[in-house]
């Protein structure tokens, strides 16, 4: 039997469509990669739940992906936030943004955020450039990474970054 030593939730917000389902899907079947050494799923009422071994350490990550309504998921109290957007999709963008500003103006500020573009593979369809992503991420004080949820790229680094943005923030250095 493992013993889990830490349970982080962490909020999927974003608008209808940029992937979110796909990018937590695709966290279930992440493989071993680097630091991350294990990871099992399980699905339940309360969201997908991802064993995570990062360091030797054995830590669940708990995603939420029912809230489109930023307001609504203040009060869940998650350890993280993935705000995703698609960069096919300027009006996600927005959407993005605006989710971003609302953490920052009122949730507590020691939450990790982490503004993911997804749909990166479909360039020709980009309608939002990364330094654009990046320029916001930096403005809300938010980590920024660019990922495929369908070709499954930047998808380990982000369920990594994830947990050590988590884990640094719990424990600064
Ligand atoms: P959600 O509403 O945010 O949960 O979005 P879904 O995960 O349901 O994805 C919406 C649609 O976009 C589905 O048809 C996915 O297959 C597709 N999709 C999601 N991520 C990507 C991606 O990275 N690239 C491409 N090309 N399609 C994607
Ligand atoms: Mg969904």
């Known amino acids: 039997m493992t013993c889990v030593s830490s349970i982080y939730r962490v909020a999927v917000l974003g608008s209808l ?3 979110k389902s796909l990018l937590i899907n695709q966290f279930t079947s992440s493989e071993p990669l680097g630091t991350l050494q294990e990871c099992s799923s399980d699905s339940d009422a ?3 739940s991802i064993m995570v071994v990062l ?3 054995e830590t669940m990550l708990q995603f939420m992906d029912k809230q489109e309504d930023v307001t609504a998921a203040t009060d869940i109290l998650p350890e993280a936030y993935m705000v995703v957007y698609s960069c096919t999709c300027r009006v996600s ?4 943004v605006q989710i971003c500003q609302h953490l920052k103006e009122h949730v507590q500020t020691d939450k990790s955020v982490i503004l993911v573009a997804n749909k990166a593979d479909l360039a020709r369809r980009r309608e939002v450039e990364s330094d654009e992503g990046r320029r916001a ?3 809300y004080e938010c980590k920024y990474i660019e990922t495929s949820a369908a070709l499954g790229l930047n998808v380990d680094e ?16």
């Open 17 to 19: 469509g940029v992937g």
């Open 55 to 57: 360091n030797e350490q």
């Open 93 to 96: 963008f927005k959407a993005a």
């Open 46 to 48: 309360d969201g997908v």
């Open 137 to 139: 991420a930096f403005r």
């Open 158 to 173: 982000l369920l990594v970054g994830v947990l050590s943005q988590i884990k640094l923030n719990l424990h600064p250095e």
